[in-house]
């Protein structure tokens, strides 16, 4: 149990675009989903913080503007990326649990290159 | 959250017990221990997590010192698709919702196991 499915798993697009990655929880409800970045070499940092039917919470240093999150039911969450350019390639990797104090379980992540 | 520190790399044998150690010396009573892996190029995999009792799972188990300043990961008869980066984390305790309780990701111990 607890699947957490992430799609796309790679894109490729070209500078200025924007770009849409999905989570889904596909066997469980969660009321909270994470978006997490991880640049090469390096750990995974904490993005924001995402409530099924209210505004994310944005860590600081992370533009709200830019990277738009979606939760609008207790299995789906979207980050799209918007006017996205080259530093913002990177590992962009989704988590979902059911409720606090539970683990969160993981997608697969998504690679993002943007040319 | 209390910090933690880990080694940054381990070698282990193929078939032997792979103990991983973290120590979380500044730990408050209400923070939980998690462990977590990443398997190259995949997102992170949950193992366990514990408060203050020893916990076992079909994965691994997961020793806390009565002071609980440190914890010990144990895989008990690793194999090659054992290697990975493994995160100790530390969170508190949440007890109302909200659901801010995003991970913060060391640089966790690249544990290789050896054939």
Redesign the interface.
């Known amino acids: 149990g607890?699947v957490?499915s992430?799609h796309p798993s790679w894109v490729i697009c070209k500078s200025g675009t924007s770009v849409k990655i999905e989570c889904r929880s596909l066997d469980f409800q969660a009321?909270?989903m994470?978006w997490?970045r991880q640049f090469p070499k390096q750990?995974?940092?904490?993005m924001a913080?995402s409530?099924e039917g209210s505004k994310a919470?944005y860590?600081q240093g992370v533009e709200k503007d830019k990277f738009l999150i979606n939760h609008a039911s207790l299995t789906l969450s979207t980050l799209t990326v918007t006017s996205a350019h080259p530093e913002d390639s990177s590992?962009y990797?989704c988590?979902a649990r059911v409720r606090?104090?539970q683990?969160?379980?993981?997608?697969?992540?998504t690679?993002l290159s943007i040319l | 959250d209390a910090k933690t520190t880990q080694p940054p790399s381990m070698d282990c044998a193929e078939g032997r017990a792979a103990n991983l150690p973290c120590n979380h010396s500044t730990i408050s009573g209400n923070e939980?221990v998690?462990w977590?892996r990443?398997i190259h190029?995949?997102?992170?995999?949950?193992i366990i997590?514990g408060l203050k009792n020893n916990e076992t799972n079909e994965m691994a188990s997961l020793i806390i010192t009565e002071d609980r300043k440190s914890s010990t990961l144990i895989l008990p008869h690793a194999t090659l698709r054992d290697t990975a980066v493994y995160?100790c984390i530390v969170r508190v305790?949440?007890?109302?919702?909200?659901?801010?309780?995003?991970?913060?990701?060391?640089?966790?111990t690249h544990l290789i196991i050896q054939p």
Do not use: C, W
């Open positions: 607890a957490v992430q009321t909270t994470f997490y750990s995974l940092m904490l913080t409530n919470t860590e590992f990797i988590s606090v104090n683990p969160q379980h993981f997608g697969d992540g690679r | 939980y998690y977590y990443q190029s995949q997102g992170p995999q949950y997590h995160y305790a949440m007890y109302s919702g909200g659901g801010a309780d995003g991970l913060t990701f060391g640089k966790g």
